[in-house]
């Protein structure tokens, strides 16, 4: 391909001259490799964002599950220590009173 090149140009290409043709073509393919690997990367970030941000929105939902979870615990043992006083009343009382038939 060169060589035709060679015979049918009006000026005489040397081997310099065709090493540089050469290297400006490899300069051309990879400057197009370099945008392809940008466009690539963005749409890689971007993908990232969107995962990263569906993660958030996940870990966000959890938080506030536990934090649902904790006033549920801590009414729980509210309403354990409420009725223990009030069942240890009744047995105290119901111990401390005679009953007579």
């Known amino acids: ?32 490799d ?26 966000e939902q959890i938080l506030e599950k536990l934090s649902e979870a904790r006033g549920g615990w801590k009414l729980m043992v509210a309403l354990g220590g409420i009725v223990t006083a009030v069942v240890s009343t009744a047995a105290w009382i119901y111990s401390h009173i005679r009953y007579t038939p």
């Open 34 to 59: 370099v945008a392809d690997i940008k466009a690539q990367a963005l749409r890689d970030t971007q993908a990232l964002r969107s995962e990263i941000q569906k993660t958030n929105q996940q870990n």
């Open 1 to 32: 391909m060169a060589e035709d090149f060679i015979a049918s140009s009006p000026m005489p290409l040397t081997r310099d001259s065709i090493q540089v043709a050469r290297l400006q073509e490899q300069v051309s393919q990879l400057r197009l």
